[in-house]
């Protein structure tokens, strides 16, 4: 009698591990096809805004490139992604690349349309509300709220070698091109100091609305923000082409580990 009890138990405890374990599985599923479809999503809506969206100013034609890049790059890291971590990280992409179809569309003086998501990369990062105009080694950079001729490159906001760069309309694109190590980084230092040093007494980017907690934040995380996606090393080294050969992505908006800039229906959202 007491075997047959025995037998009973176990058999009870082996169906509840089997079923345990096939619940965990479906529920590994479940999360895996629900990322996959929120990144499709953003991914197709980007898509779809593209194709509808034209112009010549030279703003406009700047921001549709740069939301093209984020297309490009965003169909590639779906293709290869296999995590709910990948899937999510394709996801920024094509967020940030619909951040760039709203500056396009501010550019082009027609209504940008619905807020987004939030970009984890822009996270404490803030935006410019005034103009700023400094001078580093002998070259004028310009930065403001709004496009214009002197100002054509959107940034929607991100981190740079641990500084936060808030959401603004630039003269240059400076993080493009400080890239690697040497003159070009120091001569972004320079420039991201000069545009957002707290020494100004009104530096216009809210830097009290937020900008200090991001600083903060980028300071405490020595300009990784890898914690903001579980910490996982290969949260662009796995990605292989997804983040490499793409401009400004590969090592601006995106670069130096900072995560700080990866930013779909049709003609209205």
Known sequence: MEVALWVVLILMLGGALVFWRWGSRSRRATELADARAEAQRWYERLGGQLMNLHGD?????????????????????????????????????????LAYIRAARTAMGIDPGPELPPLAAARGAGMLTKEREVNVQGQTYRAGPQPGNGTPYYYPGGNWQGRPVPAGWYSTPWWKTALGTG???????LIADALFSPAFADPGYGYEAGYQEGFNDGQDQGGDQGQDFGDQGQDFGDQGQDFSGQGDYAAGDFG??????????????
């Open 256 to 269: 130096g580990g900072d995560f700080g800039g990866g930013d779909f229906g049709g003609g209205d959202w």
């Open 57 to 97: 100013a030279p703003a406009v034609r700047q921001a549709l490139a740069d939301a093209g890049e984020r297309y490009n790059a965003a169909g590639s890291q779906l293709e290869q992604a296999g995590t709910t971590h990948q899937f999510a990280l394709a996801r920024e992409t094509a967020l940030e690349g």
């Open 183 to 189: 003159a070009g980084v120091l001569g972004g230092i």
